[in-house]
């Protein structure tokens, strides 16, 4: 069984840096398609960083461009997301999320995993971390 595990939230100054971690345990990272998703309250849970595990691709959000990163350890079946810059928009619950599909369709066309998808393409969900960024 799939499970995926966040954990490195907490509450920052603007400013501050944060380093997100999910362990996967299930199945290999060797060839997925993973991500960060967001979701603040009242909003709609967002795409922030993908990345393909076979060859290392990513894609970001124009919101976080320059100032987060997202990485794997492979042979720790773990996904990061470096947070710099970190503002007080940031703050919301980060999710994990992964799918095996590198070519996935939804919503009637296709999504290769490098070129970011929705959440509705990802079969997988952690449980969240919360991040605090205040002014």
């Known amino acids: 069984q799939v499970q995926l595990v966040e954990s490195g939230g907490g509450s920052v100054q603007a400013g501050g840096s944060l380093r997100l971690s999910c362990a996967a345990s299930g199945y290999t990272y060797s060839s997925y398609c993973t991500g960060w998703f967001r979701q603040a309250p009242g909003k709609e849970r967002e795409g922030v960083a993908i990345i393909t595990t076979a060859d290392g691709s990513t894609s970001y959000a124009d919101s976080v461009k320059g100032r987060f990163t997202i990485s794997q350890d492979n042979a720790k079946n773990t996904l990061y997301l470096q947070m710099n810059s970190l503002k007080p928009e940031d703050t919301a619950m980060y999710y994990c999320?992964?799918?095996?599909?590198?070519?996935?369709?939804?919503?009637?066309?296709?999504?290769?995993?490098?070129?970011?998808?929705?959440?509705?393409?990802?079969?997988?969900w952690g449980q969240g971390t919360q991040v605090t960024v205040s002014s």
């Open positions: 999320a992964a799918d095996r599909r590198i070519m996935a369709w939804y919503g009637g066309r296709s999504y290769n995993c490098a070129s970011g998808r929705p959440r509705g393409a990802f079969a997988y």
